[in-house]
């Protein structure tokens, strides 16, 4: 994979680059609807029910049954919605979703209709901020979807999004850092070719899980769902959405879910390269259309990965939530990053190889994993349970079952009226 690198890009003819646009578009459509199938199968089979297994063979068709119902609902706008906002957030929310996936190598150089070409639309030096940058935009069609439907649930999930997408993009960001170290680049096709020895996976095993962990926290999945959180927010940001825009909206959720997969799959596990014992064996494992289907298959794991945690974790609190994104993901990123770029400068003059380098890797992944399972102090979680009493003056308080100074008190509810203030 030497040969494989910025210089392959800009030269396709315009049908080629037209074809390949089309292709993107039709390869993502297909797999939102079969990841919403193979989502429901796996949760189904997880609680011991069935899933879908009437339309079409083993349900393959409930999908696109599900998209058509969407299609043909009553579409409502709200009464004190606002309405060209209301109409383009969806829009906005879905569009940089597939976008995102223009930058993402599905394969190396091939045969295109006679025509050699990348199994990639583009590439450029920057492509992973590209990647991330283009992200952030259809943040902006969920908080603008929150805002313009006029209701108070729509707007707490909107605002929701955006604290939610700016805690967890910083540790993203963090823990990517360290990819670009070692790869010298941050051109997703030039940083597959770097993982052509040994993938970053395994090398940067700390920021393999902080991203892991945070590409669950910006694409809203549970257990991070919850500017959608229907015990608290009915719906969340799409409460007051039917019919297609409510589509477009479940359509960018299962695109950015397959966005962040590929990015991890590109940065991580070698991209579109065949997994070492394959290539060890069989010489033309990297070569043709064969690396689609490792590419294909790598993405499926991370999609597999977000099930998983669905039918198996429940929903954090929003004070977990955040503090786990901010005293644990960002400092341990940080303090990562830091210990990766000592690493890059020290290496040379200690003359590590490849085992020495994966010894030190394993042990700092070892204390990193460790302090981020050290439990909080007894302090903080006094803190968070420490119940507030009833306020003389102030406005009735229950007593609460936490901990704190109310449990088990039958201290009376105070009502301070006009007429007592008089007397007194």
Known sequence: ME????????????????????????????????????ERRVVARMQHRI?????????????????VKLALKEDIIPKAADKAVYLIAPVVATVPAFVTFSVIPFGPEVNFFGVQTPLQLTDMP????????????????IVLGGWSSGSTYSLLGGLRSSAQMISYEVSMGLALVSVFMYAGSMSTSEIVAAQDDLWFGLVLLPSFVIYVISM???????PFDLPEAEGELVG?????????????????????MATVSALA??????????PFWIDEVWAGANEGYWPVLWFFGKVLFFIYIFIWLRGTLPRLRYDQFMAFGWKVLIPVALAWTVAVAAMRLIRPELELDRQGLLFIAAGLALVFVLLMLIP???ADRDEESTVAGPREGGYPVPPMPAGGPVRGSAQPLVFETDAEESHE
């Open 3 to 38: 040969d494989y690198g910025l210089g392959l890009f800009g030269g396709d003819p315009w049908w080629v680059v037209l074809i390949k646009t089309l292709l993107v578009f039709v390869v993502l459509v297909l797999l939102t609807l079969f990841n919403i199938w193979w």
């Open 51 to 67: 899933g879908p297994n009437v339309h079409g063979p083993f349900g393959l068709l409930q999908s696109l049954a599900d998209g």
């Open 126 to 141: 920057v492509a992973v901020l590209f990647v991330m940058a283009i992200a952030s935009i259809g943040i902006y069609g």
């Open 216 to 222: 669950v926290g910006e694409t809203n999945r549970a």
């Open 236 to 256: 969340g940001f799409h409460t007051e959405y039917s019919s297609l825009k409510f589509a477009l909206f479940f359509l960018a959720e299962y695109i950015n």
């Open 265 to 274: 799959t590109t940065l991580f596990l070698g991209g579109w390269a065949a």
């Open 376 to 378: 909080e102090s007894k």
